[in-house]
């Protein structure tokens, strides 16, 4: 019904660790992604993503409790965001979301705004 969110229509919390775990195995072998992880297991990393995406479509607040307002361009700061890494981060998130399954309104919905925040986190210029 109208009041459903979509953290609930498309399957809670389970359905948002699929994807970011997903996510997260294409990461780990990406030869330019990798290296601008600082941390060595990548665990902490997607758990803070699946808490934030958890949060945006409608599920608890977790990822504010525990990590404040989100941020995010500030966040990426530190982390040189071009059009490849932009381009790498998106190929490996379209292919978690193919994973999910989801009805095709839904995995619209998601893609939509997973492709728009990619693009929105660019902060650097492409080499002349
Ligand atoms: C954190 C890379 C886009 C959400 C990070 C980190 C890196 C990174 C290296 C630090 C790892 C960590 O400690 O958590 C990138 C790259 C992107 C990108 C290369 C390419 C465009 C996005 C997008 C979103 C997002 C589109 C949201 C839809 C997050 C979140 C964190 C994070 C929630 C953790 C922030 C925190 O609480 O500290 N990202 N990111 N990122 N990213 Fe991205």
Known sequence: ????????AVG???????????????VADDPLLRPMYPEEDLGPAAERLTLFLMQYWGGPNTYSAQRGHPRLRMRHAPFRIGAAERDAWLRH?????????????????????LERAAYFMVNALEDP
């Open 1 to 8: 019904g109208p009041s459903t969110s979509f953290f609930d």
């Open 93 to 113: 998130m379209r292919q978690a979301v193919d994973r999910l399954d989801l009805p095709p309104e839904l995995a619209t919905a998601l893609w939509d705004y």
């Open 12 to 26: 809670g919390e389970p359905t948002f660790r699929k994807l970011v775990d997903e996510f997260y195995a294409g």
